[in-house]
């Protein structure tokens, strides 16, 4: 007894010892509320001769150059100040020619990005969205990270999608990370006023995070909403392929949602009603399988310093706002008919000649500065494609396959730490599934501006479009399986 004991105390000094000082990366982050700030200091066992911060954050794809953020910069090696320059052209590089093993800088009152708050810190809550805050050492970047978050107060309570080390650090937060992308995925909100909601599904531990300016009182019932859509998640995905989830819903807070590998922070009002907020949970949730791991080669792991181009941002935006509505309805939290009003809807916004194609929206989005597409909005439009494709393998292989087999495909392919999709790759297997057929039009619908070939596919599934989708009258029986097939939920 006395072993195991002693044992037990002693464990979480060595681990922190092992993590701080023998290799890897350490971020200690202090707070500075007055400035709505904080302090960084980034440790490294071997000096390095670059850091950098990143140029945009994964999810919002456009070059912010968050550099720009930083104050007071200072380097050192073995504790003794060294001199460095920042680069002239690039605004997130400073050099230091003597090579440094330490940096310590202030980030402070950080502009909002378009879908997340970046850094608040006040008296009674912090929360961080760490690609505006955090940098890395050249070299350094695919070793162990160590993440010291200093308590605002001794009451804190903090939440970050990261492996939490037990408190032998008195007066912060300790976690680790794999690597520099996972360090700065993980959100971490911290405050005296947190509220949590935690509920298991499939054995896996969820929580519903409520944290802002006006947290109500019925996060059970967001509970209760984010366990059915994860339950259908799950019988689509066959897996929840995380050790924990959580939904971190900032109440009141600026911006929309951003997704990320093990969470997701999104800005709800604190009036909704939850259920009229289950298709954004979806969306973000379902991002967590198609962007964050069923994803192109450029989107993961990331070059921070240029943009991430790729074609697919229409299927990764587009076709997860399609699979959103899929889990409600699977999920039973929408009904058949209000399904297809949705995919109605989503048709009737994308269904004309566009400007340029969604390929092209999607492959330009960084010379928009939208995050939404250039010309042409890769949001509606790969939803409508989302329908529109899944209905087309539907008719073409008598319902025998849909775009849940696309769907699982690719998630076979790139899940589980495996490497990104080659661009060509959805069209693939598209016609894999569908056939000759799907190819033509997936390349209507992606490749070119062309109008939505929607005669060509709703007949077969019992459709017509009449500014919206519905059953069209005097259509066969087989259509008429085809189209309740797509409709059913699961249960
Ligand atoms: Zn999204």
New binding site residues.
Partial sequence: MFGMLRLRALLPCLLFAIATTAWGATYTVDPLPQQNGVEVTVSIARPSMQFRMPAWAP?DYRIVNFGTNLADVRFFRGGVPVPSEKDVQDPNLWRVAEGADEVRYVVARVRSGI?SENLRVTSREMFAQWPAVLGWFDGHANEEHTLRVRALTADSKVEAALRRLPEADSGYFTFTAPDFDSLIDAPLVMGQDLRVHSFVVAGKPHAVVGFGRSVPSNLAEYGALCSRIVGAAFRLMGELPYERYLFLIDFNGPGG???HMNSARLAIPSGAPPRAMAGFLA??FF?LYN?KRIRPKPLGPFDYTKPAVTGSLWW??GV??YYAEVLLLRAGIVTPDEFLDEAGRALNMARRARSVSLDESSRRVWEANNSSGYRVNY?TGGKAVGVLLDLAIRGATDGARSLDDVLLALYKETGGGKPGFAEGRIRELCVQYGGASVGDIYDRCVMTPEPLPLGDVLPKMGLEFRNGLSRAPGADSRAAALLEAWLAADE
Avoid: I, K, Q, S
Wanted: net charge negative.
């Fill in positions: 999810g879908f949602g951003l997704e969306h973000e991002h962007v990764l935006e997860t706002d949001y």
